[in-house]
């Protein structure tokens, strides 16, 4: 079973503050990908990658700002936090060899902005 | 664009009991792939079942199967003789065949409460 790790697991900010959400998945895969989950809109793609160096712009990318460092690692930058990005946030991969290929979910990141 | 849509918001059944939720989908391919999906109470999301369009036979594993009705854009879920861990949020989930690069598009999702 792939592994997908994020990193903190709740945050707390300040309107305007400087955020980074973590994920590591250590399954070789070649996607990893940011989502949010909001009451009534189930999850909203905001960036993509399918390898290191790339970004993939998704369906809600304002205000985010993301980087693949390596093909392990894939970071969610908010450099100025607004009471909007208050959100549950997941971070999946998938191999990216067919695709019908599922994605494997992180245990997400709750954030709130004040 | 694509775009998937799950209009029941809850849905409360009996233990034991047989649970079908709706789900609707757009798109201009003519090949794509739809998912179903469990997120449980600790808030974990789990792949549960995949229809590929160009199969005709409605996909099944263990106690839940799928009800495709390609005209109608439709790839409903159903779960039979439900237990209390059936209880959860299913969201639907589409990507389109053309090439790898296309992330999942997700619905709003279904809670299902199963009552003992």
């Known amino acids: 079973e792939a592994a997908v790790t994020q990193s903190p697991r709740n945050k707390v900010t300040v309107t305007g503050g400087n955020v980074t959400l973590s994920c590591r998945q250590t399954n070789s895969h070649n996607y990893m990908y940011w989502y949010r989950q909001d009451t009534g809109h189930g999850l909203r793609l905001i960036h993509y990658?399918?390898?290191?160096?790339?970004?993939q712009i998704g369906d809600v990318p304002d205000g985010y700002k993301a980087t693949r460092t390596t093909q392990e690692d894939f970071f969610l930058l908010l450099e100025l936090a607004s009471p909007s990005q208050t959100s549950l946030y997941f971070c999946?991969?998938?191999?990216?060899?067919?695709?019908?290929?599922?994605?494997?979910f992180g245990h997400g990141t709750k954030l709130s902005v004040l | 664009a694509q775009k998937v849509t799950q209009t029941q918001t809850s849905i409360s059944v009996m233990e034991k009991t047989t649970v079908t939720m709706d789900c609707v989908y757009e798109t201009q391919d003519s090949s794509y792939f739809l998912f179903w999906y469990k997120q449980t109470a600790s808030g974990e999301i789990v792949f549960l079942i995949r229809q590929d369009s160009y199969k005709k036979e409605n996909a099944t594993v263990g106690h839940y199967s799928l009800n495709f009705q390609k005209p109608k854009s439709s790839i409903g879920l159903i779960i039979t003789a439900t237990q209390i861990e059936d209880s959860a949020v299913y969201f639907c989930?589409?990507?389109?065949?053309?090439?790898?690069?296309?992330?999942?598009?997700f619905g709003s999702g279904t809670k299902v409460i199963v009552l003992p």
């Open positions: 990658s399918y390898g290191a160096g790339n970004l």
């Open positions: 989930a589409m990507r389109e065949g053309r090439g790898f690069a296309s992330a999942l598009t």
């Open positions: 999946a991969s998938s191999g990216g060899r067919v695709s019908n290929e599922r994605l494997f």
